[in-house]
């Protein structure tokens, strides 16, 4: 019997959990008897909804699983069977179930439990996952190392709808039904975009469909046909065509799955006998479970995508303080975004918004309903995002491709042969440049800039702050090439927005303060700090806008009047901006001492993201100390070649 308890708000003090604080692995798990499953359930969902209240984090997926991620440690013997995640927003409940329940309040702080599967961080953490649709390749490759090793183990993959729109996904669908490799992939279906046809006969079908009777009458009549290729042929016709009646699974069965479901994903018992069923079962297997976003939480059921994740939750204090006048509220960078797009869609019919599944994040969600006709949201598909783009902009649209900086990279070879080569009129919005903070290395923009800068045709532009971002949007646009425009996540320094929408000179950068010895070229939205460090030294400030093409004239300029140049960015210094200057004085035999700061050559782990730029040295004081370092080496060796 499904359980259908429901919150209706998060528990403001830990619950009560006996039979959860009993489970350390999930081997205690699978000692329960299986009609406390339901109760554990219930255990688990009050649990996870208090520690994600404490901590805040990805929320409505980890619901909506709660009952899946039960079953299959119950059922498969984790971690030798290797279970893989598919997004890891999932991953909380499995998190508490596998050793990691008293960590969760450090979930996604610095130095604190990861907010996605992590190998360094649990041996039950199989992949480490970050992007989507990674799950079938990677429990494909596992299955093929345990065939290769003749282990038993199995390999089961947990993919989301949303992930499973992703071209690579069906690579791999199709390699592992080649291989008729032995392995499970569950299609968690939390939006019903691919079926709705849920209820009692279409779960009596699939426990039929995945009972050992009905698969070995399946493979004894295989045997007795293989005689006769008419009979096979006509048996094999009537077996899809049965299926096609109760399931919508022809197009995994013609990649050589064996389709199970759709079943109820939050009936325990339901989940567990199918489960049990299929591991039985040889070859590729697929499960389609049909689930809901935020389950057992009334206002996530309600509002899936404002429940997505959650900040914490304060407490509320004893006593009513005294009324603050609030501050007015600074924008987000992708606010800024959002409204200049709708601005220039107004402005010139030939603007198109396309987004890579990234529509509220990106803040596009004014655009689509204001321009339906000329928004177009693509699901988890990053290659094809960069190459429609490149089609509209052959005929004469103005395509702005929305997306994430570590989600652009999944689309390089497109940005280079389909946009670039072609010199093609796209403008690329780049959101989430340099450090995330809690989401850690898989969502870092570290990289944009090295690998975007070496790319001809393209211009890529690093604004500093709201306004300087608005207006290098609009010149992006207006240019007639490829262009990028890179920004981070969350809010600025406040600066005014001016409504005119005004292109700037194309490599051109600005002298933002005056000083002497050390000029600090700053690119991208470090520039606040930056300044700090000027009044305190006295050196000199420009922000350069542009990292390719680079303001030569502005640089050589600097380079006579003073004694270090310092470049500065959000980016990995291997190759970024602070190298272009290098290579730049190289050619004009310019020998002057340049200090490269950026983020160094690992990666970076998940914490706030103030904390982070500190470790990096690149908040106020940590530039600070660089420079006093570096000049007094060189003043060191200047007295030392006096001497």
């Known amino acids: 019997m499904q359980d259908t308890y429901i919150f209706k708000e998060i528990p403001p003090q830990r619950p009560n959990t006996p039979l959860l604080d009993r489970i350390e692995t999930p081997d205690q798990l699978r000692e329960l008897p299986e009609e406390q499953l339901t109760q554990l359930a219930r255990e688990l969902r009050a649990f996870l909804l208090w520690s994600v209240g404490q901590t805040g984090g990805h929320f409505g997926a980890g619901l909506g699983v709660l009952e899946l991620t039960i079953a299959l440690h119950f059922v498969f013997n984790t971690p030798k069977d290797r279970l893989v995640w598919d997004v890891g927003h999932q991953a909380y409940p499995h998190k508490i179930l596998t050793g990691r329940r008293e960590q969760m309040g450090t979930i996604r702080r610095k130095g604190g439990l990861a907010g996605f599967p992590k190998r360094a961080e649990s041996e039950y953490d199989t992949f480490g996952v970050g992007h989507s649709s990674t799950s079938i390749s990677a429990a494909l490759g596992m299955a093929m190392a345990a065939r290769m090793q003749n282990t038993g183990r199995k390999s089961i993959a947990v993919i989301g709808d949303g992930a499973m729109t992703a071209g690579m996904a069906f690579e791999a669908l199709n390699h592992a039904g080649h291989l008729h490799a032995d392995m499970l992939v569950v299609l968690n279906d939390n939006d019903m975009s691919i079926s709705r046809n849920v209820g009692g006969l279409s779960n009596y079908f699939a426990k039929l469909l995945a009972s050992r009777t009905y698969n070995q009458v399946r493979d004894s009549s295989k045997k007795v046909l293989q005689g006769a290729p008419n009979l096979m042929a006509l048996a094999k016709k009537t077996e899809e065509h049965f299926k096609g009646m109760i399931a919508p699974g022809t197009l995994f069965e013609e990649l050589g799955f064996n389709y199970i479901g759709p079943i109820d994903g939050h009936d325990l018992p339901l989940l567990v006998e199918t489960l049990e069923n299929i591991r039985e079962l040889d070859g590729p297997q697929f499960l389609h479970v049909v ?353």
């Open 291 to 643: 689930t809901t976003k935020g389950k057992g939480f009334a206002p996530a059921e309600a509002d899936p995508i404002g429940y997505h994740a959650i900040n914490k939750i304060e407490p509320v204090p004893a006593s009513k303080p005294e009324p603050v006048k609030p501050k007015p509220s600074k924008p987000k960078y992708a606010n800024v975004f959002g409204q200049w797009l709708c601005d220039a869609a107004e402005q010139d019919e030939r603007v198109v918004g396309i987004t890579p599944a990234m529509c509220e994040g990106s803040d596009l969600l004014a655009f689509s309903e204001r321009f339906p006709d000329r928004y177009h949201d693509v699901a988890i598909a990053e290659q094809h995002s960069v190459t429609l783009a490149a089609g509209l902009a052959c005929d004469g649209a103005k395509p702005v491709v929305a997306i994430y900086s570590t989600f652009l990279q999944r689309a390089y070879d497109q940005l280079i042969h389909d946009v670039a080569i072609q010199n093609l009129d796209v403008l690329f919005a780049i959101d989430r440049a340099g450090l995330v903070g809690e989401d850690g290395p898989t969502h870092a923009g570290a990289f944009d800039i090295s690998y975007l800068r070496c790319i001809p045709n393209m211009v890529v532009m690093t604004p500093s702050d709201e306004n300087e971002t608005r207006q290098l949007l609009h010149t992006g646009l207006m240019f007639e090439g490829p262009a990028a425009v890179r920004y981070p996540r969350g809010t600025g320094p406040g600066a005014e927005i001016v409504k005119a929408l005004t292109p700037l000179p194309i490599g051109k950068g600005r002298l933002v303060m005056e000083g002497s010895g050390v000029a600090i070229l700053n690119f991208g939205t470090l520039l606040t700090p930056a300044l700090d460090v000027a009044e305190a030294l006295g050196v000199t400030v420009a922000d350069m806008r542009f990292v390719k093409p680079l303001d030569e004239e502005l640089i050589l300029s600097l380079a006579e009047r003073h004694d270090l140049l310092v470049t500065l960015e959000e980016n990995t210094i291997a190759g970024g901006a602070g190298s272009a200057v290098t290579e730049f004085l190289n050619t004009r035999d310019v020998s002057l001492p340049v200090l490269q700061l950026g983020l160094p050559d690992t990666f970076i782990d998940h914490g706030k993201h103030g904390e982070l730029l500190s470790d990096c040295g690149l908040d106020a004081d940590g530039i600070r100390r660089s420079i006093e370092r570096r000049l007094e080496r060189l003043r060191h060796q200047t007295l030392k070649a006096v001497r």
